[in-house]
């Protein structure tokens, strides 16, 4: 079992890697909206309820070091104000925001359902 960095990141189903995780085009008002299962292999997307609970700590370690590093370089060794900065860590942070939530629950996922090569070459029903 290998972890597919290519599959999470086109929010493929982590069992097959055919179906799409996520509904596109991405609405604003609905950026998590996911299907209830694979369309090639129905692995259901939610099995529990509280699922992507875990996805939320992905999220917020990953986005806080990915705001927290830029925003102390442009501080400490660029010389920028604190206020500049959180302009530009704010600024970040909106930008990126729903693609890091959307890679989070994708990387949940796929850590927590394995690849399974027999379901990636069966045709769907
Ligand atoms: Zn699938």
Request: net charge positive.
């Amino acid at each position: 079992m290998a972890l597919s960095i290519k599959a999470m990141w086109n929010y493929k189903c982590p069992r097959c890697r055919v179906g799409d995780l996520f509904r596109s085009p991405l609405q604003i008002s609905k950026p998590l909206d996911m299907y209830k299962q694979c369309s090639h292999c129905q692995q259901k997307y939610e099995p529990e309820p509280g699922y992507y609970y875990g996805a939320m700590f992905v999220s917020y370690i990953f986005l806080s070091w990915y705001i927290l590093l830029p925003t102390l370089a442009l501080v400490f060794y660029f010389g920028w104000s604190v206020e500049q900065a959180m302009v530009f860590a704010i600024a970040l942070t909106v930008i990126s925001y729903l693609i890091i939530v959307r890679a989070s629950r994708s990387l949940w996922i796929h850590i927590m359902i394995p690849y399974n090569q027999s379901y990636a070459q069966n045709q769907p029903d």
